[in-house]
């Protein structure tokens, strides 16, 4: 329902938003290629770099198995327990960490878990001795645990929730035993979504970067993007970091090949919660283990996150609020996130639009093609992680010395890119269903071209576009991938202080920060939550990692 | 239609806001150092203001991580640096520094600095040194290791913190010596001694500070960090163990750059750093040895530290020729 020459625009729109994505994903690689892998590898070298892809895949691999592992038997728990008080707030809590940048939450789970920490100072009342250590592959697997039970358990929900109460009464009537009630009703229910959840908590895993870089601790705990990172801001070997990024598109890829054949389930937004009754499942005292894995996992959860809170309430907030370099840090922050937040939205509006128009007009290959890029340049970008983005456009800008504009530039590319397949995913849904209500009306009302895109589209998806955009800015702000490289004295972002100031171990100042950097993306994420749920536009699933 | 002013408004915000203050001062010099340094109780700040009183002018610091860390961006940057002056290279780094070809001679007479060894160099001048040592908490270690030996094959529980010798000083200090002692076996030493890192940090900052919060009972630093807790703090919690191999020397120095915006008031500097005015902050802000006089008397804690029978120092060259190849060992070996 769009004119000739609207299809024109739109197709024009399309193409030009794909050569911008193209462009911003090519000139790095062709940069990272042209380099080389410099004097070739030694033997020495390449133990090292086969040590670094195999801990990536290991650390991803049991952090998957983990999460899943435990989210399953907290999904069914949850699913037998639908009215118990607290539970839709329990539930909510499990989408906080997704919208936490995940700086902060190192900071909370060092509190949690640190040497001097909760934990430890628990297990020492009960006599052990040797403290446990966050630092490394274990560092590694609870944070990532944290990030992703909850996901997965969001994920795996919905699936249970679904099932008719018949089966239950059915099975309560049978008289059905747990086990054999898992096996024939629960697992089928949750299966397709407990392996899509795993490969999605595989593929977040296996391209962390700031978790790894805070708690990995060493060569020995160390994963291709921080190896990347590393070859640059330690070594300046550019060849490394070559090589390095061509293993990790290349284990990106092949991961995303295999999630294709799993598609992602919907996550659990407002679960229904206390509309099914179970009457298969035991009360009183054989509630224990349900209650008991709820109540540690929400403890597991909330730990960290309390943490926060009370260590950066207890931080001279006064004074950091004072301080200049805050503030500067703070309207860099915001100058990027909102700049990354119009690109996406307009990148996303400009192929949502194309594609729209080529489903229109069946039949031409050529706009079959367009729109197959279109999209797939969502996934496009999380084939090729920021730090490798990052990596190319830094080596062609030569570190960013002396320059403004330029990283900033980069920065700002390289967070839309990151915001652009969720932000897609909000507008095109919402698009497709203004362009059926409002797409014939418009046409006989002679509103067309630009005067159309004003008067009709904008309008009717104002919510949605605001969700992507709220959304774009709260990722972008919380983002320290993009910044790691670029990060000077000169372009210096809220993560990037963070970072610093955690570094440096000025952990009050870090708390605090933590706090205001932590409440300013979750205000962000609640209110594109809000924004998302009132347009009807899609749950905002499976937020990067980093 | 009133909504449409969104539009404009978005647009707006859609320009990249280049926020970067102005300094407004006649002159300025900038100085890249290490984050120790120029943090509020580094030597920086008190530094910056005797010398901004000398050289009516603006005296800027960019800290960052460690040492090495400084070498990696000077050629990052290649030539572009906006500093003057580099201060907190040490001697090992110092051959791959001039091979850059980013130094230039400083021309001044050097007199005035006296370091173990008596080095001195036309393009790199010494302002501190000290020896490396494993620094550890009495009150978690009854028995600290007497010998690197000791270090590397003591109990796995006891934990240390040390630093990356790809970004920090400290970090490679350990690394050379750790050669110094085991030569060819120095791999299996870093396997054997992997157990008991705690983690690796990028600069010496980071591996203090987890130390002096408890994370760890021991953590490489300086035989002169004891001195910091008994002066500052009145505690001799925090002692320096005596290795019987002998300890590695660090002598750190600054040097001039090539594309120095204003080399006059650079070398103003690099003369100021061999007088008092400089060397006084040294022993009880960074927590070094002085390289040239001082107007002040060493506090008496100084009297009181580990003084290594036997140093440890690879020349410059040897370090430069074989750095890439022990980094790699050292790479290899810790994460086996």
């Not at chain 1, 092949?254 to 999630?259: D, E, H, N, S, T």
């Not at chain 2, 340094?37 to 002018?57: D, H, L, R």
């Not at chain 2, 003057?84 to 005035?112: C, I, M, R």
């Not at chain 2, 990356?164 to 060819?184: A, E, F, Q």
Request: net charge neutral.
């Amino acid at each position: 329902m769009l004119t000739r020459s609207e299809h024109r625009a739109s197709t024009a729109g399309g193409v030009a938003a794909l050569a911008v994505i193209g462009l911003a994903l090519a000139v790095p690689v062709m940069v990272l290629l042209s380099q080389g892998t410099g004097t070739g590898v030694s033997a020495s070298q390449g133990a090292y770099i086969a040590r670094i892809t195999w801990f990536t895949l290991l650390q991803a691999g049991l952090s998957t198995l983990l999460s899943v592992g435990f989210a399953v038997p907290l999904a069914r728990a949850l699913a037998r327990r639908p009215s118990f008080r607290g539970r839709r707030w329990l539930i909510s809590l499990f989408a906080v960490p997704l919208g936490l940048p995940p700086l902060v939450a190192a900071l909370g789970l060092l509190e949690v878990w640190g040497r001097n920490g909760v934990a430890n100072r628990g297990l020492a009342l009960f006599g052990v001795e040797t403290p446990f250590s966050i630092y490394g592959l274990s560092g590694i697997l609870i944070a990532h645990v944290f990030f992703n039970l909850p996901l997965a358990a969001r994920l795996i929900l919905p699936g249970l929730e679904r099932l008719p109460p018949e089966y239950w009464k059915t099975a309560a009537n049978l008289g059905m035993g747990g086990l054999s009630l898992f096996r024939l009703v629960e697992w089928p229910a949750m299966r397709r979504s407990a392996g899509a959840a795993g490969g999605l908590v595989f593929m977040l895993c296996a391209t962390s970067f700031t978790l790894v870089l805070v708690l990995g601790g060493g060569p020995a705990a160390t994963t291709l993007e921080v190896a990347i990172y590393q070859s640059l801001r330690f070594d300046f070997d550019p060849g490394r970091a070559v090589l390095l990024s061509a293993i990790q598109i290349g284990l990106t890829l092949a991961v995303m090949l295999g999630l294709r054949l799993i598609s992602l389930p919907t996550e659990a937004g407002d679960t229904k919660g206390g509309a099914t009754s179970r009457p298969d499942v035991a009360r009183g005292w054989r509630s224990l283990p349900d209650v008991a894995l709820i109540g540690a996992a929400g403890v597991f959860v909330a730990a960290p996150l309390v943490a926060v809170v009370v260590s950066g309430l207890a931080a001279d907030l006064a004074r950091l609020l004072t301080d200049a370099l805050f503030w500067r840090a703070a309207a860099t922050s915001l100058a990027i996130g909102l700049a990354a937040a119009c690109v996406a939205v307009s990148l996303a509006g400009l192929m949502v639009r194309a594609r729209f128009s080529v489903g229109e007009r069946p039949g031409s290959p050529g706009l079959g093609l367009l729109s197959g890029l279109a999209a797939a340049a969502g996934s496009l970008t999380l084939l090729v992680p920021p730090v490798v983005l990052g990596a190319g456009w830094f080596l062609m800008l030569g570190g960013g010395a002396g320059q403004l504009l330029a990283p900033l530039s980069v920065i700002v590319l390289i967070n839309a890119l990151m915001a652009l397949p969720f932000v897609m995913r909000v507008i095109e849904p919402a698009h497709q269903g203004a362009m059926e209500r409002n797409g014939r009306l418009a046409l006989s009302l002679g509103i067309t071209g630009i005067n159309r895109i004003r008067q009709i589209d904008v309008p009717a998806l104002l919510a949605p576009l605001a969700t992507g955009f709220v959304f774009a800015v709260a990722l972008s702000l919380g983002d320290l991938g993009a910044i790691a490289l670029f990060g000077s004295d000169r372009i210096v972002t809220l993560p990037w202080l963070l970072y610093q100031k955690l570094g440096s171990y000025r952990t009050a100042d870090a708390a605090g920060l933590a706090l205001l950097l932590g409440a300013a993306t979750m205000a962000l994420m609640i209110v594109a939550d809000r924004l998302g749920n009132r347009s009807g536009a899609a749950p905002l699933a499976g937020r990067q990692l980093r | 239609m009133r909504r449409f002013h969104i539009i404009p408004v978005a647009l707006l915000a859609c320009l990249p806001l280049a926020a970067g203050p102005a300094a407004s001062a006649d002159k300025t010099l900038t100085v890249y150092t290490y984050e120790s340094f120029v943090s509020e109780w580094g030597p920086g700040p008190k530094i910056e203001a005797t010398f901004e009183a000398q050289c009516g002018c603006d005296l800027k610091w960019v800290g960052v991580s460690d040492g090495v860390a400084l070498l990696n961006r000077l050629k990052l940057e290649s030539g572009r640096s906006e500093a003057g002056v580099v201060l907190g290279l040490d001697t090992n780094l110092v051959s791959e520094a001039k091979a850059t070809g980013l130094f230039e001679p400083h021309g001044l007479p050097t007199d005035a600095v006296s370091v173990p060894g008596g080095y001195s160099d036309e393009v790199f001048i010494p302002y501190d040194y000290g020896h490396f040592a494993v620094i550890y908490d009495t009150e978690t270690i009854a028995n600290p290791p007497t010998s690197l030996k000791d270090l590397v094959e003591g109990d796995p529980n006891q934990k240390i913190v040390i630093q990356d010798p790809r970004t920090s000083t400290p970090g490679l200090g350990l690394l050379l010596w750790v050669k110094s002692v085991y030569g060819d076996d120095a791999a299996s030493a870093w396997e054997s001694l992997s157990k008991r890192v705690l983690t690796v940090t990028p600069g010496w900052s980071e591996a203090y500070g987890l130390f002096t919060s408890g994370e760890a009972p021991m953590v490489l630093s300086y035989t002169t960090s004891p001195a910091y807790h008994m002066v500052a703090e009145d505690t001799k919690r925090y002692q320096a163990a005596e290795f019987s191999e002998g300890h590695y020397l660090q002598i750190e120095v600054a040097g001039l750059l090539a594309n120095a915006p204003d080399k006059e008031l650079a070398r103003q500097f690099l003369a100021f750093m061999m007088t008092p005015g400089f060397q006084d902050e040294i022993p009880t802000n960074n927590w070094m040895m002085p390289a040239a006089a001082v107007s002040i008397d060493l506090p008496e804690a100084f009297s009181t530290l580990v003084s290594p029978e036997k140093t440890f120092l690879y020349s410059s060259d040897d370090v430069a020729a074989n750095r890439a190849a022990w980094i790699e060992e050292w790479l290899g070996a810790m994460s086996r």
